[in-house]
C-alpha cells in the first residue's frame, strides 16, 4: 500500500506500517496468518487497505510479534492511546469475579473525561439507577454514586503481555486503549483467572469527590474534622467466559 500526503496519521500509518514490515520480512498473508494465529488472510488483507477500523489490540500485538515490530508503536497507531497519570491500578479476584479498577484518586475532572470516553467508545445503555447510600453518622455524608453499564457489543479486552522482559496490563476500549505496568503478583492472579470459567468481568473506575455540606451542624463538622469525602464509581460489565475476553501475550524482543 503507498502513503498519499493525507495518509500519515491514524489507521492509515497503521496500515502502511504493516505493509512495510511484511514486506521487509518478504511474508504473505498466508505465512503471517499461520504465525498469528489469525486464521482470515482477507482480515490481514483489509488492515493493510485501511478498511479495518480500530482493529483489537490483541490481534495488533500478535501481528506486531510476528513481525518483530515495537508493538506499542503499532498499537498508537491504531488507536488512541490514554494516559495513565495519576491512575492507580488494582485488581481483585474474588467469588467467581475478576475487577479491574482504575481508582482517580481526587481528580474529579480526570475521572469524567476517561468515563465520557468510554460512554462514547462503547456505546454503552445503562443498566442500573444512580445509588445513593447514606452513612448512619448525621455529621458525616459519605454518598456512593454508581452507575453500572454493559459491554452488550464485548468491546472490552483486557491484554496481559509480556514485552521486552516487563508486564504490561493493556486495557482495549475499542477506539482508544491505556496501558498499566504490571506486577508479577497481580499477572498471577490473572493467569489463575484465565484457566477457570465463566467468570465476571467488571472494569471500575472510581473516585473520591468533596461533599457539599448544608447544614450549620455538617459546617461545624467540616471545620472541626475536615472535609466530608464522598465516591463515585462508575462499573463497566461483562458477563462471558473471561476465556473469550482477556488475552495472555508472551513478546519476546
Known amino acids: 500500500m503507498k502513503q498519499n500526503k493525507n495518509e500519515s496519521k491514524g489507521i492509515y500509518a497503521f496500515a502502511n506500517k504493516i505493509y512495510e514490515l511484511r514486506n521487509e520480512k518478504q511474508m504473505d498473508y498466508f505465512e503471517l496468518s499461520r504465525i498469528t494465529g489469525i486464521n482470515d488472510v482477507e482480515y490481514l488483507s483489509k488492515l493493510e487497505s485501511a478498511s479495518i477500523i480500530n482493529p483489537s489490540a490483541g490481534k495488533i500485538i500478535r501481528i506486531g510479534q510476528a513481525l518483530e515490530a515495537d508493538i506499542f508503536e503499532l498499537l498508537s497507531l491504531a488507536k ?119 467468570i465476571q468481568v467488571h472494569i471500575q473506575f472510581t473516585v473520591m469527590m468533596q461533599e457539599k455540606t448544608e447544614t450549620l451542624a455538617e459546617r461545624l463538622c467540616l471545620y472541626s474534622q475536615g472535609e466530608v469525602v464522598g465516591s463515585r464509581v462508575f462499573r463497566v460489565e461483562s458477563i462471558y467466559k473471561i476465556n473469550d475476553h482477556i488475552n495472555v501475550n508472551t513478546v519476546t524482543m
Open 80 to 198: 488512541n492511546c490514554e494516559e495513565n497519570e495519576g491512575i492507580q491500578l488494582r485488581i481483585e479476584v474474588d467469588n467467581g469475579t475478576i475487577s479491574f479498577i482504575l481508582d482517580f484518586g481526587d481528580d474529579i475532572n480526570g475521572f469524567n473525561v476517561f468515563t465520557r470516553s468510554v460512554r462514547n467508545a462503547l456505546f454503552l445503555v445503562k443498566r442500573g439507577e444512580t445509588i445513593f447510600a447514606n452513612s448512619t453518622d448525621v455529621f458525616l455524608k459519605r454518598n456512593v454514586h454508581e452507575e453500572v453499564y454493559d459491554d452488550y457489543h464485548e468491546q472490552i479486552a483486557v491484554n496481559v503481555v509480556e514485552y521486552r522482559e516487563k508486564d504490561y496490563l493493556i486495557l482495549d476500549f475499542n477506539s482508544f486503549f491505556v496501558v498499566f505496568p504490571l506486577s508479577s503478583a497481580y499477572k498471577d492472579e490473572i493467569i489463575k483467572a484465565v484457566q477457570q470459567n465463566d
